[in-house]
C-alpha cells in the first residue's frame, strides 16, 4: 500500500502543473509522500472548502498552493486550516506573476501563508521548505535532506567551463 501523503499540492488550474511539478519533484527527491490535486479557489469553492477542511484528519501536515492571477487559493487554503501553507505565485501572462506574487503575499495579520518565488524556483523550494518543516521531527528525513543539500554543494563548479 502506497504511504498517506504527507505534504497536499493544490494548485488553482492544471495549467499550473508545469510550475507545480517542481514541489512534487522536489518531494520525489527527499522521498515525502505527497498528493496532488487540481483545487480552485473560484471555479471549485466547494472542493477547496472541503480540501481544507479536511486536511487535517486526513494525516496532511504541510500544504503547498500554488496560483496565478488574483491567486487567492493559498489564502483561502489557510483560512481553513491550521496546517502551514505555502503559497507558489504562478506567473501569469498578463503581468508575468506580479499579481500573483502580490495577491499571495500580503495577507493580512493573523492568517499566515509563507510566500515563496515566482515560478519554478518557488515550487521547487515550496517542496524543500516543506521537507524542511517535516524534518524537524524525522531524523530520516532530516539525513536525506543533508545529503541533498551537500549534493547540491558539491555540484557547484569552482570556475565557469
Ligand atoms: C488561476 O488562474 C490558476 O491558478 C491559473 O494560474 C490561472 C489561469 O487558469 P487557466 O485559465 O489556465 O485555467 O486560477
Given at each position: ?51 481544507a ?16 492571477g488574483?491567486?487567492?487559493?493559498p ?29 499571495i ?7 499566515p ?8 524556483a ?40
Amino acid at each position: 500500500m502506497a504511504e498517506s501523503p504527507l505534504v497536499g499540492i493544490i494548485m488553482g488550474s492544471t495549467s499550473d502543473w508545469e510550475t507545480m511539478r517542481h514541489a512534487a519533484d522536489a518531494l520525489d527527491a527527499l522521498g515525502v509522500p505527497h498528493e496532488v490535486k487540481v483545487v480552485s479557489a473560484h471555479r471549485t469553492p466547494k472542493r477547496l472548502y472541503d480540501y481544507a477542511e479536511s486536511a487535517v484528519e486526513r494525516g496532511l501536515k504541510v500544504v503547498i498552493a500554488g496560483a496565478g492571477g488574483a491567486a487567492h487559493l493559498p489564502g483561502m487554503a489557510a483560512s481553513m486550516t491550521r496546517l502551514p501553507v505555502l503559497g507558489v505565485p504562478v506567473q501569469s501572462k498578463a503581468l508575468d506573476g506580479m499579481d500573483s506574487l502580490l495577491s499571495i503575499v500580503q495577507m493580512p495579520g493573523g492568517v499566515p501563508v509563507g510566500t515563496l518565488a515566482i515560478g519554478k524556483a518557488g515550487a521547487t523550494n515550496a517542496g524543500l521548505m516543506a521537507a524542511a518543516i517535516l524534518a524537524t521531527a524525522d531524523d530520516a528525513l532530516a539525513e536525506r535532506l543533508d545529503a541533498w543539500r551537500a549534493k547540491q554543494t558539491d555540484s557547484v563548479a569552482h570556475e565557469p567551463e
